[in-house]
T-cell receptor, first 112, second 113 residues
């Protein structure tokens, strides 16, 4: 998984609670991404980061926030989880000199 | 809107045969394309990529063809093996630098013994 870990790997939570997912990389890649994957929608970009404290929105950013205070960690926060945010969340990385994104193992989130 | 799609949601082939998975893209400005393989419970795995200045690229048992005239991308897998069973996604790059990929919905490839 290209030196990418995601935690937790599985989480069950209740509607209205805050949730933070963590993506950790060990190879000093500049770009990091958060995607969600749902049946019938494929992978959709939530937010991405192009450096420490530099982030931008993706296609489906509503209800999500991100932070990147150091190169190796990219956090995805659901401020108040909703059932529509039940999904599998994937982190990806890319080096500045490359064009290919590499994905982590995913986090399966269930919001009850 | 701009999107990437796949012609077939499922594909079933005999072990040892060649597989062809197709993808249509809508943005003629896209300049980079990737094929990913995703096995059950795992993250997408990079297979092969191609830039828009090429029309063919070969890897180990895989070939990607790009037809910019009709905005079509295909992945050919030679001598399909049971381990090739997975969902295959194509993705296109719409923005340089940060590379905000747009993914198709995927094709499930099943190998029959």
């Amino acid at each position: 998984d290209a030196g990418i870990t995601q935690s937790p790997r599985h989480k069950v939570t209740e509607t209205g609670t805050p949730v933070t997912l963590r993506c950790h990389q060990t190879e000093n890649h500049r770009y990091m991404y958060w995607y969600r994957q749902d049946p019938g929608h494929g992978l959709r970009l939530i937010h991405y980061s192009y450096g420490v404290k530099d982030t931008d929105k993706g296609e489906v950013s509503d209800g999500y926030s991100v932070s990147r205070s150091k190169t190796e960690d990219f956090l995805l926060t659901l401020e108040s989880a909703t059932s529509s945010q039940t999904s599998v969340y994937f982190c990806a990385i890319k080096s500045g000199g490359q064009e290919t994104q590499y994905f982590g193992p995913g986090t399966r989130l269930l919001v009850l | 809107g701009e999107s990437v799609g796949l012609h077939l949601p499922t594909l079933s082939v005999q072990e040892g045969d060649n597989s062809i998975i197709n993808c249509a893209y809508s943005n003629s400005a896209s300049d980079y394309f990737i094929w990913y393989k995703q096995e059950s419970g795992k993250g997408p795995q990079f297979i092969i990529d191609i830039r828009s200045n090429m029309d063919k690229r070969q890897g180990q048992r895989v070939t990607v063809l790009l037809n910019k005239t009709v905005k079509h991308l295909s992945l050919q897998i030679a001598a399909t093996q049971p381990g090739d069973s997975a969902v295959y996604f194509c993705a296109e790059n719409l923005i340089q630098g940060a590379q905000k990929l747009v993914f198709g919905q995927g094709t499930r490839l099943t190998i029959n013994p």
